[in-house]
Antibody
C-alpha cells in the first residue's frame, strides 16, 4: 500500500523559511518521482516542482526559482521541501505526490497535505 | 508555460445526470499528456484520468476522458452522490506541469 505521510502544520513569520517533509512507504522509494503541489485557501492547485529520489535531480517552476529547494533522504525514504523568504501569499496547503518512473507523467498518489500559514 | 482554461466554472446537475467538463490548452499538449483530478473538500486530489483517456486504477468506468492537442473533455456518464466535487485538468507534457482553475460540479 503506497503511503505518503507529511509533517504537521507550520506557522511562520514573513521572511522566514519552512521545511515540509514527506515520508514514503509501500514501494521502492528511488524508483518514482515526487512532485510538490500547493493550494492557497479556497484556490486551485499550483505545481511547484519535481524531484527524482534516485540521484536528487530537480526541476522547479520558474515562479519559485531561487527560494525553493527539494531534497531527499534515501535512508528514511523522505522527501523535503524548503521554501524561503516567505510572504503572506505562501499561505497554503502543500502536497507531495508520487509520480511514476518517468519525468513526464502525472501524480498517482498524494500525501495528506501540510498547512503552512504565514502570519506576523 | 501552458495555460489551461476550464469550462464551465460551475456545473449544477442532479444525481444520475451526465456531466461534461472541458479543458482547453493555450498550446498543444505534448503527447496528449493531460490528466484529470477530482478533489473533495479537505482532501487531497485523486487522479481519475491520465494521458487524456487512460482511466487510473480503481476509477469507475462512468468516468471517461477524451480529446487531443488543445481540447480535452472529461465525461461522467451518470453522476453518483460522491461525484460532486471540484475537477482539475493538468498538463504534464512540458514543464511546468500546470493545472487548470477547476470546474465545480454541485448538486442542482
Amino acid at each position: 500500500q503506497v503511503q505518503l505521510v507529511q509533517s504537521g502544520a507550520e506557522v511562520k513569520k514573513p521572511g522566514a523559511s519552512v521545511t515540509v517533509s514527506c515520508k514514503a512507504s509501500g514501494y521502492t522509494f528511488t524508483s518514482f518521482y515526487i512532485h510538490w503541489v500547493r493550494q492557497a485557501p479556497g484556490q486551485g492547485l499550483e505545481w511547484m516542482g519535481i524531484i527524482n529520489p534516485n540521484g536528487g535531480d530537480t526541476s522547479y517552476s520558474q515562479k519559485f526559482q531561487g527560494r525553493l529547494t527539494m531534497t531527499t533522504d534515501t535512508s528514511t525514504s523522505t522527501v523535503y521541501l524548503e521554501l524561503s523568504s516567505l510572504t503572506y501569499e505562501d499561505t497554503a496547503v502543500y502536497f507531495c505526490a508520487r509520480g511514476s518512473e518517468y519525468f513526464y507523467d502525472s501524480t498517482y498518489w498524494w500525501g495528506q497535505g501540510t498547512l503552512v500559514t504565514v502570519s506576523s | 508555460e501552458i495555460v489551461l482554461t476550464q469550462s464551465p466554472g460551475t456545473l449544477s446537475l442532479s444525481p444520475g445526470g451526465r456531466a461534461t467538463l472541458f479543458c482547453r490548452a493555450s498550446q498543444s499538449v505534448t503527447s496528449d499528456f493531460l490528466a484529470w483530478h477530482q478533489q473533495k473538500p479537505g482532501q487531497p486530489p485523486r487522479l481519475l484520468v491520465y494521458a487524456a483517456s487512460g482511466r487510473a486504477p480503481g476509477i469507475p468506468d462512468r468516468f471517461s476522458g477524451s480529446g487531443s492537442g488543445t481540447d480535452f473533455t472529461l465525461t461522467i456518464s451518470s453522476l453518483e452522490p460522491e461525484d460532486f466535487a471540484v475537477y482539475y485538468c493538468q498538463q504534464y507534457g512540458s514543464s511546468p506541469f500546470t493545472f487548470g482553475p477547476g470546474t465545480k460540479v454541485d448538486i442542482k
